[in-house]
Nanobody, 126 residues
Framework: QVQVVESGGGLVQVGGSLRLSCLAS????????MGWFRQPPGKEREFVAA????????YTADSVEGRFTISRDNAKNTVYLQMNNLKPEDTAVYYC???????????????????WGQGTQVTVSS
């Protein structure tokens, strides 16, 4: 059973930065594609960014393109989401997810991920 645990959320001012981490454990997690999703208050969960299990392919949503960067360190079983120039609309609970995938494929829909973390709150204040 794969488990994923997010960390690094918190309160930040507009224009600030945060780095979220997602530690995966159980099974051969290096063969899992990973993704970040978020759920703003009162809204549905939405895709943020994804990385293939090889780390060779990444994809970010248009809403965060140029500000957020996803990366992974398979030696540490950890995926990161570097968030820069944060805006109030980035306020949300951020979830990490893991799913079996091909080496260079990324996945943008939640039903392609089998394992989810509990989420970490990110609040951007103005």
């Amino acid at each position: 059973q794969v488990q994923v645990v997010e960390s690094g959320g918190g309160l930040v001012q507009v224009g600030g930065s945060l780095r979220l981490s997602c530690l995966a454990s159980g099974g051969d997690v290096t063969r899992y594609a990973m993704g970040w999703f978020r759920q703003p208050p009162g809204k549905e969960r939405e895709f943020v960014a994804a990385v293939s299990w090889s780390g060779g392919t990444t994809y970010t949503a248009d809403s965060v393109e140029g500000r957020f960067t996803i990366s992974r360190d398979n030696a540490k079983n950890t995926v990161y989401l570097q968030m820069n120039n944060l805006k109030p609309e980035d306020t949300a609970v951020y979830y990490c997810a893991a799913g079996i995938g091909y080496a260079y494929s990324v996945y943008r829909t939640s039903n392609e991920y089998a394992y989810w973390g509990q989420g970490t709150q990110v609040t951007v204040s103005s």
